[in-house]
């Protein structure tokens, strides 16, 4: 056998992957398993998108080597995307990249950013592909606290006693996974503020601020983000085009241009029909927010009913693709999953995955149809 790299050590194969094999043994073994686990919308993406990746077939370009850039009429619809959405002006020439996704993104800003030994401030809970990125790059992660009394945001009295001094990157996501936690105004002044004195690049990952979010934020909004931030986002949940693999990077051009240049050595660009279909997806109408929020809400109020079935309880006030509750006193996350899987087929993501400040909580997917839900309840 040939030894695997070092750095294959540090880091283990994600939590779903894993779990995701068992949980199709059990179907295998004929076990009704409802899934309520993972983020994966299971809606229609806009009609136009599908039609725009049919028609583009035929165009004469359509299956060469695409730009690393992407096409400038793609990187147009994200400019535009963002005047509309969140009232930021960027230049589609020099101030956004397109993407693969915004979980290549992660990889490719920290391979852009990091040399080894350096340190990266990571959410707890989070998502877990920040630290794994981080540890694969042989830099360390250093996790920062977010709690339900603070409202899931960063304790800045807390960083600042921290020793920054190798701190190079810090990983923010709001609206916040797991939690659906919304960022407050002073937050983004705040932390903005801090990256400028200790000279950290902050990254907000944005791939849920469409969704049950009634104000749509950007970090590029804020008053000299665009000096020490770059933004993620992300058509994966906004338009349920998540096996599209279509993100973006928005920010100055020196940090964006630094990415390109790893970025042009690791792909050569994005399926020209895909790249169609997003700008399409992009285009959508206040009609689009309108129908598919309406449909989370529903899925929402039924969610609530299964998390209070199960004993939890949870904030209304959240956004985002998941329902966050908390679960009684002395209950440990993975074993009180564990057992519904068992019991109840039922498939849910212990709090933990997301980091040790998880425990105690359990996160619920809303993309399942209410019959289904109504399903789980019945079987609860
Ligand atoms: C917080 C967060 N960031 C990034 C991603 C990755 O999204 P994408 O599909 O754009 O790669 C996810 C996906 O679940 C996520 O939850």
Redesign the pocket.
């Known amino acids: 056998m040939i030894e695997v790299a070092d750095r294959l050590k540090h880091v283990e194969e994600y939590y779903f992957s894993k779990k995701l094999k068992e949980v199709a043994f059990l179907k295998s073994q004929g076990k009704p398993i409802i899934n309520l686990g993972i983020?994966s919308p299971d809606l229609e993406p806009p009609f136009k998108a599908i039609m725009a990746l049919g028609e583009s077939l035929n165009d004469k370009t359509a299956h060469k080597y695409q730009s690393y850039l992407g096409l400038l009429e793609l990187r147009e619809a994200i400019v535009d995307f963002y005047k509309n959405h969140y009232s930021v002006n960027l230049s589609a020439k020099t101030e956004v990249l397109p993407?693969i996704?915004?979980?290549?993104?992660?990889m490719h800003i920290s391979m852009a950013f990091l040399n080894p030994g350096d340190e990266v401030l990571i959410p707890n809970p989070?998502?877990p592909?920040y630290a794994s990125v981080t540890k694969l790059l042989g830099a360390k992660p250093i996790y920062y606290n977010l709690t339900e009394d603070k409202n899931w945001e960063p304790n800045f009295v807390a960083l600042e006693r921290l020793d920054l001094s190798k701190v190079k990157l810090m990983w923010i996501?709001y609206p916040?996974?797991p939690t659906g936690a919304k960022a407050s105004h002073k937050f983004y002044d705040d932390v903005i503020a801090f990256a400028k004195r200790h000279n950290i690049l902050v990254i907000n990952?944005n791939?849920?601020s469409f969704i049950l979010n009634k104000n749509p934020k950007s970090i590029l909004k804020y008053k000299g983000a665009k000096d020490v931030c770059l933004e993620?986002n992300?058509?994966?949940?906004t338009f349920n085009m998540?096996g599209w693999?279509?993100?973006m990077l928005a920010g100055n051009y020196d940090y964006i241009n630094s990415v390109l240049k790893i970025k042009s050595n690791v792909d050569s660009g994005m399926f020209y029909g895909i790249q169609k279909g997003a700008i399409e997806a992009l285009k959508s109408s206040e009609m689009w927010f309108i129908s598919l929020n309406s449909v989370y809400q529903q899925r929402r109020k039924l969610i609530w009913k299964l998390a209070t079935a199960l004993n939890c309880t949870y904030d209304e006030g959240t956004s985002g693709?998941f329902v966050w509750a908390k679960l009684p006193p002395h209950i440990k996350s993975e074993e009180f999953t564990n057992l519904v899987l068992k019991e109840h087929s039922i498939f849910i993501a212990p709090g933990t995955v997301f980091g040790s400040n998880g425990e105690g909580y359990i996160r619920l997917s809303l993309c399942e149809e209410e019959d289904v839900i109504k399903e789980a309840i019945a079987r609860v």
Do not use: A, F, W
């Not at 996704?101 to 992660?106: C, Q, T, Y």
């Not at 992300?234 to 949940?237: A, E, Q, R």
């Open positions: 983020g993407l996704g915004s979980k290549e993104g992660i989070g998502y592909t996501n916040h996974m990952d791939p849920y993620l992300s058509i994966s949940k998540s693999r279509v993100g693709l």
